[in-house]
T-cell receptor, first 111, second 111 residues
């Protein structure tokens, strides 16, 4: 069974600081997604990572994938308050196309 | 290009009743998946349909069932509702798994 672990689960940080959210998964997968969720809202797609070494950037967010280490990171550069949200990684289990989410990282950026 | 739409947005049902939730896929998408998200948790994969066939299922009992129609819209049916079924139900569509677009969800409350 595929397991997806995110850490930290909760992060409070000051504006202007950098930080990284980690996503580890337990079995082989060829697709990993990052999503953002605001309170009471649905999921907004941020990145789709399909291959080892993939790196994607959008604004202050950058995601990377290491399939050998089964690790993805979401790096936040010079955080701003608007980035406060819960961030989920989700991994597709190759065996039967299940999509397994991590528990999410609740990010709170202090002005 | 329309996004993923779900109906209804909110629903209150009594324990033991049955419910049907609906999802219209984004134009051009032939894959739809359903998730249950309890408060403060990550989404849990219920099942996925590709071209009207179920092609992946999570750890949910048989009283959770679904359909996908020729126009790729979908229904989630839950029989014999239990209090623990109270959650946000999310539908997502994709073209063969290349990135999922989520609907805004249906918030189900079972009393």
């Amino acid at each position: 069974e595929l397991k997806v672990e995110q850490n930290p689960l909760f992060l409070s940080m000051q504006e202007g600081k950098n930080y990284t959210i980690y996503c580890n998964y337990s079995t082989t997968s060829d697709r990993l997604y990052w999503y953002r969720q605001d309170p009471g809202k649905s999921l907004e797609s941020l990145f789709v990572l399909l291959s080892n070494g993939a790196v994607k950037q959008e604004g202050r967010l950058m995601a990377s994938l290491d399939t050998k280490a089964r690790l993805s990171t979401l790096h936040i550069t010079a955080a701003v308050h608007d980035l406060s949200a819960t961030y989920f990684c989700a991994v597709v289990w190759n065996r039967d196309d299940k999509i397994i989410f991590g528990k999410g990282t609740r990010l709170h950026i202090l002005p | 290009e329309t996004g993923v739409t779900q109906s209804p947005t909110h629903l209150i049902k009594t324990r033991g009743q049955q419910v049907t939730l609906r999802c219209s896929s984004q134009s051009g998408h032939n894959t739809v998946s359903w998730y249950q998200q309890a408060l403060g948790q990550g989404p849990q994969f219920i099942f996925q349909y590709y071209r009207e066939e179920e092609n992946g299922r999570g750890n949910f009992p048989p009283r959770f069932s679904g359909l996908q129609f020729p126009n790729y819209s979908s229904e989630l049916n839950v029989n014999a509702l239990e209090l623990d079924d109270s959650a946000l139900y999310l539908c997502a569509s994709s073209f063969r798994g290349d990135g999922y677009t989520f609907g805004s969800g249906t918030r189900l409350t079972v009393v």
